[in-house]
C-alpha cells in the first residue's frame, strides 16, 4: 500500500489550505487520517474518517479542518480553514484496516499501518 499526499504550502494566517491524500495497492483500508508533526514534537491524530463516513478530529481544528474522502477514488482529503501559525507542522495521511468495536476510526497512531510521505503546511502571522 502506498500514501502519497500533496497540497501543503505556504498560507496566512486566516486562510485555508486543502491537503489530498491518495492510496493506491490495497482496497481493504477501512480508515485514513491525518497527522501533523512539529520538529521535536510528537506526532498527534488531526482527524481521520472511516469509508463509513465516521470521523474523528483533535479538540485543536474542531470547527476549523474537515475531513473527508472519495472511496471510490481511495481519496482522503483534509479541508484546514481559519489557520492559525500553531498550524504550521508536516502532514502525513495514513491508513489501517483496523475497524473498531465503536465503528469510529481508531486513535492510537500504531494502528495505522500505511504512511504518506508527509506535506508541510506553513502559516504565517
Known amino acids: 500500500v502506498q500514501l502519497q499526499a500533496s497540497g501543503g504550502g505556504l498560507a496566512q494566517a486566516g486562510g485555508s489550505v486543502r491537503l489530498s491524500c491518495a492510496a493506491s495497492?490495497?482496497?481493504?483500508?477501512?480508515?485514513m487520517g491525518w497527522w501533523r508533526q512539529t520538529p521535536g514534537q510528537q506526532r498527534p491524530l488531526v482527524a481521520s474518517?472511516?469509508?463509513?463516513?465516521?470521523?474523528t478530529y483533535a479538540d485543536s481544528v474542531k470547527g476549523r479542518f474537515t475531513v473527508s474522502s472519495d472511496n471510490a477514488k481511495n481519496m482522503v482529503y483534509l479541508q484546514l480553514n481559519s489557520l492559525k501559525p500553531e498550524d504550521t507542522a508536516v502532514y502525513f495521511c495514513?491508513?489501517?484496516?483496523?475497524?473498531?468495536?465503536?465503528?469510529?476510526?481508531?486513535?492510537?497512531?500504531?494502528?495505522?499501518?500505511?504512511w504518506g510521505q508527509g506535506t508541510l503546511v506553513t502559516v504565517s502571522s
Open positions: 495514513a491508513g489501517t484496516h483496523i475497524i473498531m468495536a465503536t465503528m469510529y476510526p481508531p486513535t492510537r497512531r500504531d494502528y495505522y499501518y500505511y
Open positions: 474518517i472511516t469509508r463509513g463516513g465516521r470521523t
Open positions: 495497492g490495497s482496497t481493504s483500508i477501512t480508515t
